[in-house]
């Protein structure tokens, strides 16, 4: 490994190797696409003003890359340029982790809540594979820094309800700082019942249940070195998903780390963070609160990893050089349960994750570097080992129903690089990025055993002889500012290689009861997709502004079908009032008619829709303590609708009255 | 001080003899090792010992090895040669049913192996006997008892009508576990010639149709069909099992000129074949 790092580190310089002039002062995180801040979240923000108590889910969805998949109101799936969990990858705090439940009911975000996090980190593309390998993005779900502010001890309470779902929220936080040593302990609840959809249309089994506990510590050895523990578990039970026709009695997440930092300002090295890490997810699947089932069924799933990073950040005299090898090994098991009608019929069971192995080891180089004043261009690579193992022997031979000929393992090599040109001027700022990465199947796409997707009506079943997905990806984006008016164009285009989709096999015969058949993970030669966005904005005056952003977006298989789940046109647009102690915004949102759905796989058309939401924030003082009050109207109108990413069609929440309330207490 | 050197040393040597001792004595080898006695058939001489891995009698295919022990020396036989004759008292007449012959088991002094496929019995188990004949040193000696088959559980033989107006006989051979997976599935065929008389079938041919009734008659991929195999005289083909539990092998029987002997296609409509064969696991 040391040799591949010395190899990396002279392939970066030798790329640079004019770098002898005097360093020009640098933007930093330029690349970086969007970064949705959670610290503020006790503040009032006139941009998009999020309750002070939304889920991650509720925060990312207010990205303008990212889109939520729902299969209720709980645990929505991240979806980003169109493409969601397996061509995503989502980290928390660079630690990798991955959801334990074979139907996507589970995507990492619902084991974090905002109280535990600092923000949210997205990188569109191989932009954000600082932390693994991607084709449609990073998203890295950031912890706190270390807290060494002296500030003694401070507490807050969060309280909030709203009124569609009874949803009730209760957050505690409580916390100490002194110069050498800090404790933060957080803990919130969440719990709603059914929602109702737009007109009083009660959307079953869409209810939810869930605590988060988070404790953070960390001590200051040395004006250098600092060491950092975090436990976060998380504890959801009784979830309803209203677009499948399984619940989750339990989805149970316990995350650890152990991290040690050290700071310079003077030395080549500015800061090397070292990070081991351990955490074990159980999903537990099943029916029993259903009454019409074909058949009872349990489907408990377990995925536990452990790993570690390491990374510097380096300056030259021109550079900014940052390192990051790190390295996982994750246990994948899912299993499957079915309990015949005919009760003298013994229990079916079968692994639909068979113990699966993943370990991977890689290491990621970026170098930024600045040309003068405005330019910049900074290029990252990553290459890493990717190694999967069918640990169990039934799991093996299962798979060789379908592939006699495949061993217990399988090696990979992937690699990704990206470079991004920037030029930044008083009244524009414009960004070129083109880059070239890969990525492993995911678990189910690889080695899953009649998985079955309620989206299509198919059992799905993993190919272990899957090549890597490849994509070549270009960015543009530009700026354009003048007094009180922005205008901005953001667009990339991803053309995919080897592009991983379950094609129809009329041979096989389908396990689920009422499955229209069954799918292989197979992969199709090329797909490509698009997206544009354009948004713009102008103040009319310092406490009156106006935005808008509309959003265009395409994606096509080489079989010249549409892929599913690709964004119809999109826009928002947004009136603000904000003042220091109060603000309101009223909000347009929706989405035009998905007129390029996929049939082919399974989409229906999704006909257009609009909403409107009104948000109000105060800020006030009482005893010297801090009160934040967040309250508004979401669906104003009421209306009953679905979006194309709403799982089966499910109808999204009706209106909506919410109240949150913070006290944070000196 | 001298104690703490020599103590390991005269344990070393203790171990190091007891270990090389054993070699002078011959082993006992217990060449039923993993069976269970089914039963024993006496006679004035000898007691023949029945086992196999149930410890009892199924109807369908039972693989049996048998122990001959000479009542006064309270000797197993090493050099009997063998044979059976299994039969059921019907009301009204008798018949047999198909059955091996039997041979010395591979590597085995005293016991010797065969089979019996019982294709069916009475509820309470009775119904049958069996007669031992065997030969030592060139005498002839015979024993003869009742015996007890119970029912399976799972339909593992079947017995039916041919489209060629003979009676046959399928029966499940084997593997002894199933698993999720590929599964080498070996199914004995033979025909009643006479009441007494079920020869092995060679050169026919049995396609495969595995279904899971309790999963909408799921049915998994990549099986094959049978054909016979000349060495150990029975069908063999791949049975894919993706999950445990029941399932139904639905059959078809085609002859040597591939003719259509039994069984049909499973469709919607006809979810079973007339000619089939169950298991669970």
Request: net charge negative; with cysteine; hydrophobic share 35%.
């Amino acid at each position: 490994m040391k040799k591949l790092i010395i190899v990396l580190m002279g392939l970066l310089f030798s790329g640079f190797s004019f770098a002898q002039e005097e360093r020009s002062t640098m933007e930093k995180d330029t690349t970086k696409l969007e970064e949705i801040t959670l610290v503020g979240r006790r503040k009032l923000s006139n941009y998009r003003q999020e309750k002070t108590l939304a889920s991650i889910d509720d925060y990312l969805e207010k990205s303008n890359k990212i889109t939520m998949i729902k299969r209720g109101s709980y645990a929505w799936e991240p979806s980003m340029n169109n493409m969601n969990s397996e061509r995503l990858n989502v980290t928390i705090d660079g630690m990798q982790i991955f959801g334990a439940c074979t139907d996507k009911m589970d995507p990492i975000t619902s084991y974090v809540d905002v109280s535990n996090l600092q923000k949210v980190s997205i990188g569109s593309g191989q932009s954000g594979s600082e932390n693994g390998h991607t084709i449609g993005g990073g998203i890295d779900l950031q912890l706190p820094n270390s807290k060494f502010h002296q500030s003694g001890l401070r507490a807050s309470v969060d309280l909030g309800y709203e009124t569609n779902g009874n949803y009730k929220t209760g957050g505690l936080d409580l916390e100490y700082s002194g110069n050498k040593f800090y404790f933060n302990a957080d803990v919130i609840f969440r719990k709603s019942d059914n929602y109702d959809a737009g007109k009083n249309k009660e959307v079953l089994y869409s209810q939810f249940q869930k605590y988060n506990m988070s404790l953070r510590s960390g001590y200051k050895l040395n004006d250098r070195n600092t060491l950092d523990a975090t436990v976060i578990y998380d504890k959801a039970t009784d979830v309803g998903y209203p677009a499948l026709t399984m619940d989750v009695s339990l989805a149970e997440a316990l995350i650890t780390a152990v991290t040690h930092t050290y700071k310079s300002n003077s030395d080549f090295v500015e800061s090397l963070e070292s990070k081991l890490y351990f955490n074990t997810i159980t999903h537990v699947m099943d029916d029993s609160n259903r009454p019409d089932v074909p058949i009872r069924m349990d489907m408990p799933g377990w995925s536990d990893t452990y790993g570690f990073y390491s990374k510097a950040s380096m300056k030259g005299s021109k550079h900014d050089l940052s390192l990051n090898f790190n390295g996982f090994y994750n246990r994948s098991l899912a299993e499957m349960t079915m309990y015949p009608n005919d009760p003298n019929q013994s229990a079916m069971f079968m692994y639909t994750w068979p113990d699966i192995r993943t370990l991977y080891s890689g290491i990621y180089a970026k170098d930024d570097y600045a040309f003068n004043d405005h330019t910049t261009l900074s290029a990252a690579l990553r290459i890493g080992f990717h190694q999967n193992e069918i640990a169990k022997e039934t799991g093996l031979e299962s798979l060789q129903i379908f592939y006699p000929e495949i061993g217990s393992t399988k090696n990979r090599l992937l690699s990704s690089i990206t470079a991004n040109y920037q030029i930044k001027k008083e009244h524009y700022d414009a960004s070129f990025s083109g880059g070239y990465g890969e990525r492993a199947p995911s678990v189910s796409e690889g080695y899953g055993f009649f998985l079955f997707n309620s989206f299509d009506n198919y059992d799905y079943i993993g190919n272990p002889t899957l090549a890597n997905e490849k994509a070549v990806e270009v960015n543009f984006k530009a700026n354009y500012h003048e007094h009180s008016f922005h205008l901005g164009l953001e667009t990339s285009y991803f053309y995919i290689m080897d592009y991983i989709i379950g094609s129809i096999d009329e041979s096989l015969s389908a396990m689920t009861i009422g499955a229209d058949g069954v799918k292989v993970y197979d992969a199709l030669s090329h797909a490509q997709i698009f997206n544009v966005y354009l948004n713009s904005s102008y103040k009319f005056s310092n406490a009156l502004s106006v935005n808008a952003t509309l959003g265009y977006n395409y994606g096509n298989g080489s079989n010249n079908e549409n892929l599913p789940f690709i964004k119809p046109i999109s826009y928002v647009a947004e009136l603000n009032y904000a003042l220091p102690k109060f603000n309101a915004a009223l909000q347009l949102e929706g989405n035009g008619n998905q007129s390029r759905y996929s049939s082919f796989y399974g989409e229906d058309e999704t006909s257009g829709y609009g909403i409107l939401n009104l948000n109000l924030g105060n800020e006030l003082t009482l005893n010297a303590n801090k009160v934040v009050l967040k309250y508004g109207i979401e669906n104003i109108l009421d209306k009953n609708y679905s979006t194309y990413a709403d799982w089966n069609n499910i109808s999204r929440q009706g209106r909506n009255c919410y109240l949150n309330l913070s006290y944070v207490i000196h | 001080m001298k104690l703490k050197y020599i103590l390991p040393i005269l344990f070393t040597a203790l171990f190091t003899v007891s270990c090389s001792s054993d070699d002078d004595t011959d082993p006992i080898i217990n060449e039923v090792e993993g069976l269970f006695k089914i039963q024993e058939l006496t006679n004035d001489t000898h007691t023949v010992e029945l086992f196999n891995t149930a410890g009892e009698f199924e109807t369908g295919y039972n693989e049996i090895s048998i122990r001959i022990k000479d009542i006064v020396t309270n000797d197993y036989v090493e050099n009997a040669s063998i044979s059976w004759m299994p039969m059921m008292q019907m009301p009204t007449m008798q018949h047999s049913c198909p059955k091996s012959v039997i041979y010395k088991g591979a590597g085995k002094k005293t016991v010797y192996t065969g089979f019996i496929v019982y294709q069916m019995t009475n509820p309470d188990g009775s119904g049958w006997t069996l007669k031992v004949d065997y030969t030592i040193d060139g005498v002839d000696y015979s024993a003869i008892s009742d015996i007890v088959v119970t029912q399976s559980e799972y339909q593992n033989v079947s017995s039916f009508m041919g489209a060629d107006g003979q009676r046959y006989i399928v029966a499940m051979e084997g593997p002894t576990d199933f698993k999720i997976g590929n599964n080498n599935l070996k199914i004995g065929l033979f025909k009643m010639e006479t009441m007494f008389s079920f020869p092995v079938v060679e050169a026919y041919k049995l396609t495969l149709d595995p279904r899971m009734p309790g999963m909408g008659n799921h049915s998994s991929p990549n099986n094959t069909d049978l054909t016979f195999n000349m060495a150990d005289k029975r069908y063999e083909g791949n049975l894919s099992l993706t999950m445990t539990g029941y399932w139904v092998l639905n059959l078809k029987l085609f002859d040597a000129n591939d003719e259509l002997l039994k069984g049909e296609n499973v469709t919607e409509e006809h979810p079973k074949s007339s000619l089939y064969l169950e298991l669970e696991f």
